[in-house]
């Protein structure tokens, strides 16, 4: 059969769907076709219906697979009605978005099926079910509607890691995806994460795996790891099959979960590349040994999810139960030990004020990350971060239909003062980190902070469009003075210290 996966990546960064990369090759391997389209306007220009249409008549395949992200259901629901009204196709919609609302995507009558959770051996199974004529109904990780009922059937055990062929990279413009991220490329060495943040899918995954499968945590085998051998391999193979790799991005959700497997990684990749990587940390799985088997290994930055710097919000709203002082302490290791920091961070929390927001700009300034990166909240529906935002009647749900980002402003309302406040910081971060470090730029910023907290919503309006050519002014002024600062960089939500991008320069 002819398989075309549709991959929704507009109005957004550039992505590699790993998912789809591993689904391509186990078609493949069984003989089927397959063809990919990433709909991303760093790839190619968005196509008109028409374009659209076309295309998909000149592709003429046999089933459509959609793999959707929730910011993206919007657009994958209007292309889904596009491709219904040009082929016969069957059309199929996957990814996380699938996990989170199945019925909702099912009642929209856009897709014929639905396809949940890890689905290698799910989607093989369909399309070598239908390919022979018969009734894939019954059939696992699959959900359809039939008149006015939705069936959604169970997920089967996941799949063992080691057993799956290699990531079929041919079906992406994998050069010019590498060129737009500026020779960045993604890996992943494990899948699963042992936390249940509310603001994530994974603790909506994990039960649904639990409840279907009977069985606990531990013999879910939720967290697995590629054997080491299969990601050299893999890297050597990129690096030989494409030009212009600079930098390996590791995008396991925790990189450093397992000691081991970091000491056998590390010992491997430095043998054989020389290239620097970036892995994903908790500051619970995360010491010295760990950060001196990254740091002899090329290991460039290390990134830490921190949300909030007030501990009350990270453990009721987020379910994050770390310490302040674990997280400095984190930080301040592998700064030490000559590692690049990176912090993420979320503002417009549920329940959050004034003086939570400061507490993470306070924690930022005294722990001193080499960068942050700073989105704002969004409470995906099927969350428990949605649960709570909705019981307090937070949500603006005219804005949250329309987002397709979480760093232009906040689909939460929590009234016209304390909104200007969010969007204020959500500006110029990096402003409000100086005014309250210990660096020698702090009483300049201070006063820069002081002047837009003044401003009212009109003279914002007014005033917002020239931050960042004023803070490109400022940083370029204490760059000559040899003074050390934060400032916006790589884009306008991340905050770098000036040693790392002076000296990157």
């Keep these: 059969m002819k398989i075309l996966f549709i991959y929704p990546n507009a109005h957004s960064q550039v992505g590699f769907n790993y998912g789809v990369a591993h689904l391509s090759s186990v078609l493949k391997q069984a003989g089927h076709t397959v063809e990919l389209w990433q709909l991303c306007e760093d790839i190619e220009p968005l196509p008109s219906q028409e374009q659209f249409s076309d295309r998909l008549k000149q592709i003429a395949p046999d089933v459509i697979g959609f793999s959707v992200v929730t910011n993206q259901w919007a657009y994958a629901r209007k292309l889904a009605e596009w491709a219904r009204q040009a082929t016969s196709a069957l059309l199929l919609c996957g990814g996380i978005h699938a996990m989170a609302a199945p019925e909702q995507i099912l009642a929209t009558g856009s897709f014929d099926y639905i396809m949940r959770g890890e689905s290698e051996e799910a989607f093989l199974d369909f399309v070598e079910t239908l390919s022979r ?217 549920p329940d959050e004020g004034y003086e939570e927001v400061m507490d993470t700009i306070r924690l930022m300034a005294k722990a001193k990350p080499g960068r942050y990166r700073w989105s704002f909240f969004f409470p995906f529906p099927g969350t428990e971060a949605y649960k709570i935002s909705a019981r307090g009647n937070y949500i603006n749900y005219e804005k949250m239909s329309h987002m397709e980002n979480f760093t232009a402003g906040s689909c939460l309302d929590f009234g016209a003062e304390h909104n200007l406040f969010l969007e204020k910081v959500g500006k110029v971060m990096p402003w409000f980190v100086n005014a309250y470090s210990d660096l020698p730029v702090a009483a300049s910023y201070a006063k820069k902070v002081a002047e837009i907290l003044s401003l009212d919503a009109r003279a914002w309006q007014e005033r917002k469009e020239t931050l960042l050519q004023e803070d490109e002014t400022m940083s370029a002024g204490f760059v000559k003075q040899g003074l050390s600062h934060y400032a916006i960089k790589y884009n306008p939500f991340m905050g770098v210290i000036s040693d790392y991008f002076t000296n990157e320069a």
């Design 133 to 349: 004529g018969e009734d894939v109904s019954s059939l696992r990780n699959l959900g359809y509607g039939k008149g006015d009922v939705v069936q959604i059937n169970p997920v089967r055990p996941l799949p063992e890691l080691t057993s799956l062929p290699f990531k079929d990279y041919d079906i992406f413009d994998f050069q010019k995806i590498i060129d737009v991220k500026h020779g960045w490329v993604g890996l992943m060495a494990s899948r699963g994460c042992p936390f249940s943040c509310t603001y994530c899918f994974n603790h909506q995954v994990v039960s649904r795996y639990r409840k279907d499968l009977h069985c606990s945590f531990k013999a879910l085998n939720y967290i697995r790891f590629f054997d080491v051998e299969q990601i050299i391999d893999e890297i050597q193979y990129l690096l030989k099959r494409y030009q212009n790799i600079t930098m390996f991005i590791f995008d396991d959700d925790l990189f450093t979960f397992s000691r081991e497997y970091i000491k056998d990684f590390c010992t491997a990749y430095k043998k054989v590349c020389s290239l620097p990587f970036v892995v994903n940390a908790h500051v619970g799985f995360f010491d010295e040994e760990r950060a001196r088997y990254l740091v002899e290994a090329g290991c460039k930055i290390v990134k830490f999810g921190v949300e909030s710097g007030n501990e009350k919000i990270r453990a009721t709203v987020l379910q994050r139960h770390m310490k302040n002082e674990k997280i400095t302490n984190a930080i301040q290791t592998a700064n030490n030990l000559g590692l690049h920091t990176s912090v993420f961070l979320m503002i417009g929390l």
